[in-house]
């Protein structure tokens, strides 16, 4: 299998007044397609730094991150903004839903963004797959937190991506409903072949994926396969 | 071709995008729309409008003046004039008017009136309206035509009669208008139309009496209008007399009616930069709002571009919307126009939409929106899509530069738009200066106001108060913007308040203390005498009897004022040469002059050389100074004068002034006529006097100031009447903003209110903390806005009406509360939906 994701000496540091504070130091890892791969340790570790990090969100300070085979420190914003629309989903803590937009709209922006014109009709499609499909002109105020994850599963999942990237996705849920969406995910994920990365403090979620990188102080403890 | 599909389908998208968030956000945005109405309204209303009179005029040009064109002087035609006249045909028609004491038999009553004597069929152009149409052929029947409103406030009747000098008419219609009566002068000398012959026979016209003679012309083919002007006005000028053309007449007309329109168009600009404002400040935080959204959709592949022109396009659709809805307020406005400016206006004015007025309207609104809006819209570049894992509140927003080219590019297009509406560019970069002044005030008072509370907060205080008082500093809060939309609109209303006070204190202060209210003009000086007389039969004293001297000048600097005129690179004032001067001689300066150079000669001594005073406007109109000399035409006799010293006049004191005083023991000799004054403390004796004076000396005119006082009072109420109209939109405007603003920080403060209710704060408790924040946000806002007109208007005082401003406390009793309470009730209204609402439901409503 090849490599979706290589991450190599990975540095990232943030000012903080005249300290300067490193919050990763020189993280490397690899990722390959299909497969689950989650990211665990505690509050502060560098977990979502490095989330946003490898999904192009943020740039580091030092050491390269090749995202679908795209050295993603030769891209512009806008650039790596496109690779994001066309390659990788994301899934929120928070949802993260716009919330003037309906369900539907929600779901089908991101292919909306590469001007398929049947962005509508795929989005409920996937939204009748999470369970919405008679909530699909509801707006996010209107659906409970269990539906708003469902939504923004369905979203992560319309424009087909290589790779998804999921920040807590059970975080704000309660057990059952966290439950219900990490079947959800690994249904779809298995379905569509998609690689899977999860950042999360739900060690019962973490052993559900094929290997587990341990973060502590910034640094790797160990990669293990769960 | 596949390129260009693709961009209209992006393009699509970004409206659809647009559209879905706009609808979602209707609430909030029709607030900015609201915002931007008012103010577009207020100029296409004023814009139009103007259009409108400028056109009526000059298509009413010929009906305005009755004539094609007129030659018209102060004295009669000499033999150079009358062979002009003869050359161009004759004139169709002759006019002799001047202004006289009437006298009407019936009751006794008597009125200073414009009599104008009449032959040959004048008016050509517009006509002679009488009320129910009666008979107008007064030259045939020997008749009087009298203003309507004079004969209802004198109960005359038709049938009645009118005495003027030696001559007794019939009155035979009430005159509603006639071509060539200015309804300004009319309110103090009242139009009676007469026969020429009856003029000839009335016997008034005499030394002294200032009359005005008129050659009206029917201008036969399509002569040009221009050429004739160009043509024959320096010859005519060079003769003291005038050639009027309908042209010339409109185009005067119209510019000054545009000067008042100009000046009310500034004060709508400001009303629409107010509401340009309250949208910047909206879009602001309407904007702050949206940046999860725009993190989110750069974190699901937007580009930068993408998501600033989601909302680009959706703040250029709102300003077209405003725009639209805007200009057709603007379009009713105008509408009612001409029932509030009827008695000001020479015309009757047809409305007509104005395609320029409407399409400016529409750009303004669309401009306008964009360019208050950039600074914020500029701020979701640099949203980072890492804000959808973690908020970053101190994100750095827009960039430094990109700020000041904002700025920039609105303090140009403020300038370009006053530049459209002045036409001068010192004008318009002083108003954009006032501009800045006025807001730089303004935030800086506010700014003041915060450091003042943050250094002395009371810390100690209740925790209502505590609160009321953190929420004027906190993030996100309203006091800047909210204390320019109250000062902005409070500093209008006082400052139009305080000046329109000023003026009427002005003249009835002169009228309280021991001045003159009645004024003889005309007095032939071997009539003095017996005229003081009669004054002193009816127990009034003789207050000033002022020997008056008519002259022009001659040469000025040794150069001849013909030399002068012809002289196309002289910089002196037209008039100098023109004038005939009313002037005076007097061994003292009375109380409204002041020495402001050069010395006071009292009496001649006999040298050959006269040594005169003028008045500062005079020297600097003439470019005289001490020293310089200039000889005077004293009625065919040549008089050498020298400018011995200056004088500060202040004219605008309701006492007779001059420009030229001699000194005494020159002029007693050459042919003059007197001015008496006096006062009469009731109405009846100055009816009586009146009487007397019209049946023993009919040559003599009397001004009552009285009647000028209630005719100024009247004019002033009229345009104050206008201005507070538009005043009131700048405050309508502001209170649309404060709403604005109200229910944005609203939603700010949303979370603050509902946690307190959680915690357990009675609604009593909310509302008074509200109450207190609001109330010290009105006082503040109308408070500083009066001080600054209490600034602005001892500006105006000080350099344009050059007189003495003692404020009224009005402003401070009445619109200073009233405008506190009104905030106050603003800010009370947005936080009941917090008090009755349980705090869960209202949470929910606003994560919309």
Redesign the interface.
């Known amino acids: 299998m090849s490599k979706i994701l290589n991450v190599q000496n990975l540095r990232k540091t943030y000012s903080s007044g005249n300290n300067e504070l490193t919050i990763l130091h020189g993280i490397s890892f690899e990722v390959l397609q299909g497969e689950v791969f989650s990211i665990v340790g505690p509050s502060g570790s560098g977990k979502t730094t490095l989330l946003g990090l490898c999904a192009g969100l943020d740039q580091s300070n030092s050491g390269t991150i090749e995202l679908c085979g795209t050295n993603l420190s030769n891209l512009t914003e806008d650039q790596r903004a496109q690779l994001r629309n066309r390659k990788t989903g994301f899934v929120f803590q928070d949802f993260q839903l716009l919330p003037t937009l309906t369900a539907v709209e929600n779901v089908a922006v991101p292919l909306e963004l590469q001007g398929n014109k049947n962005a509508s009709k795929k989005a409920k499609i996937l939204l009748g797959k999470v369970g919405l499909g008679d909530r699909v002109h509801h707006y996010p105020s209107q659906l409970s937190g269990g539906e708003q994850q469902r939504v923004a599963v369905a979203r992560a999942f319309c424009n087909d991506p290589e790779i998804l990237f999921a920040d807590e996705p059970t975080g704000n849920l309660d057990e059952e409903t966290g439950e219900k969406i990490t079947k959800l995910l690994f249904d779809l994920n298995k379905e569509l072949g998609t690689t899977l990365v999860i950042v999360t403090h739900d060690l019962e979620l973490a052993k559900k994926s094929d290997r587990i990188l341990r973060l502590k102080g910034g640094r790797i403890l160990e990669t293990e396969l769960s | 071709m596949r390129e260009n599909n693709?961009n209209s389908?992006?393009f699509n998208?970004l409206l659809?995008m647009a559209w879905?968030?706009g609808?979602?956000?209707a609430t909030k945005l029709s607030l900015f729309i609201a915002s931007i109405v008012l103010g577009i309204a207020a100029v296409v209303s004023i814009q139009s409008f103007g259009e409108n009179l400028r056109d009526n005029i000059a298509l009413q040009s010929k009906s305005l003046m009755g004539a094609d064109y007129i030659i018209g002087s102060d004295k009669p035609m000499n033999d150079r004039v009358t062979a002009i006249i003869d050359s161009l045909g004759g004139a169709d028609s002759r006019e002799i008017s001047f202004s006289s004491m009437a006298l009407f038999p019936k009751n006794g009553k008597t009125k200073l009136m414009d009599i104008r004597g009449i032959s040959g069929g004048f008016p050509f152009y517009g006509k002679i309206e009488t009320e129910i149409n009666s008979d107008h052929d007064f030259e045939g029947k020997h008749a009087a035509l009298v203003d309507a409103t004079t004969m209802l406030q004198l109960g005359i009747s038709e049938g009645d009669s009118i005495k003027f000098g030696e001559v007794t008419l019939p009155v035979m219609a009430r005159l509603k208008s006639i071509p060539g009566s200015s309804s300004l002068f009319s309110s103090i000398a009242p139009p009676v139309i007469v026969p020429l012959s009856a003029v000839e026979e009335s016997g008034l016209i005499q030394t002294g009496s200032r009359i005005d003679y008129k050659y009206y012309f029917k201008s036969t083919k399509n002569e040009d209008m221009d050429q004739l002007d160009k043509k024959l006005d320096p010859i005519l000028d060079a003769e003291d007399a005038d050639l009027d053309t309908h042209k010339s007449t409109s185009e005067r007309l119209g510019r000054r009616y545009e000067n008042f329109g100009r000046f009310l168009n500034l004060v709508a600009f400001v009303a629409l930069l107010l509401g340009c404002i309250g949208i910047a400040s909206s879009i602001h935080i309407y904007i702050k709002g949206k940046l999860?959204?725009v993190a989110?959709?750069?974190?699901?592949?937007?580009?930068?571009?993408?998501t600033f022109l989601i909302y680009l396009i959706q703040i250029a659709i709102i300003g077209f919307l405003g725009g639209i809805a805007g200009t057709g307020l603007g379009l009713i406005l105008q509408q009612t126009f001409p029932l509030i400016l009827a008695d000001l206006l020479p015309i009757e004015v047809q409305i007509t939409f104005v395609p320029g007025a409407i399409v400016m309207g529409i750009i303004l609104g669309l401009v306008m929106s964009i360019l208050f809006a950039l600074y914020s819209l500029i701020g979701t570049f640099y949203v980072?899509?890492?804000q959808?894992?973690?908020v970053q509140e101190n994100e750095s927003g827009t960039s430094r530069k990109a700020g000041l080219i904002t700025l920039l590019l609105i303090f140009l297009f403020i300038f370009g738009f006053s530049y459209w509406l002045l036409q001068d560019w010192q004008h318009s970069l002083s108003f954009v200066g006032g501009v800045i002044i006025t807001f730089g005030i303004l935030a800086g008072a506010s700014r003041l106001f915060i450091f003042l509370i943050k250094r002395f907060f009371p810390k100690n205080a209740g925790f209502i108060a505590r609160q009321s008082l953190l929420n004027l500093f906190r993030p996100n809060n309203q006091t800047l913007i909210l204390v320019l939309a109250i000062g902005l609109g409070t500093f209008l209303m006082s400052t139009l308040y305080f000046t329109r006070d000023m003026l009427l204190a002005e003249a009835s202060l002169d009228q309280q203390a021991n001045s003159p209210n009645l004024i003889l003009l005309d007095v032939q000086t071997e009539q003095a005498k017996d005229v003081a007389q009669t004054v002193k039969n009816q127990n009034l004293p003789v207050l000033e009897n002022i020997p008056i001297v008519t002259m022009r000048v001659a040469e000025l600097k040794g150069r001849s004022s013909q030399e002068l005129k012809n002289d196309s690179t002289s910089t002196i004032n037209g008039w100098i040469l023109n004038h005939e001067f009313r002037t005076t001689y007097r061994d003292s300066l009375i109380s409204s002059e002041e020495l402001i150079s050069g010395e006071w000669i009292p009496t001649y001594n006999g040298s050959e050389i006269v040594p005169i005073s003028v008045s500062e406007d005079f020297s600097k109109d003439a470019e005289v100074t001490t020293g310089d000399t200039i000889n005077f035409n004293v009625q065919g006799v040549i008089m050498q004068t020298e400018v011995a010293s200056i004088r500060k006049v202040d004219w605008s004191r309701m006492q007779l002034n001059f420009s030229i005083v001699f000194p005494q023991g020159i002029l007693e000799d050459a042919p003059q006529f007197r001015i008496l004054t006096t006062k009469a403390y009731a109405e009846g004796d100055s009816a009586e006097l009146q009487q007397k004076l019209v049946s023993q000396f009919p040559n003599i005119s009397v001004i009552d100031l009285r009647q000028v006082l209630s005719v100024l009072e009247d004019i002033l109420g009229k345009i104050g009447w206008l201005i507070n109209f538009m005043a009131f939109f700048s405050i309508i405007t502001g209170v649309i903003v404060l709403i604005g603003a109200v229910r944005t920080s609203k939603y700010q403060r949303i979370k603050e209110s509902v946690l307190l209710r959680t915690l357990g704060a009675k609604g009593k408790q909310i509302y008074k903390i509200v109450a207190l924040e609001y109330l010290y946000l009105g006082l503040l806002g109308s408070l500083t806005g009066i001080l600054l007109s209490l600034l602005s208007t001892s500006l105006l005082a000080w350099f344009l009406f050059e007189s003495i401003f003692v404020p009224s406390l009005i402003p401070f009793l009445i619109i200073l509360p009233a405008i506190s309470i009104l905030v106050l009730l603003i800010g009370l209204s947005n936080s009941v939906a917090v008090v009755k609402s349980p705090p869960l439901q209202i949470l929910?409503?606003q994560?919309?």
């Open positions: 693709k389908s992006q998208w659809k879905r968030d609808k979602a956000s999860r959204s989110v959709l750069k974190c699901l592949g937007a580009s930068r571009k993408q980072s899509p890492l959808t894992l973690r929910r409503k994560a919309m």
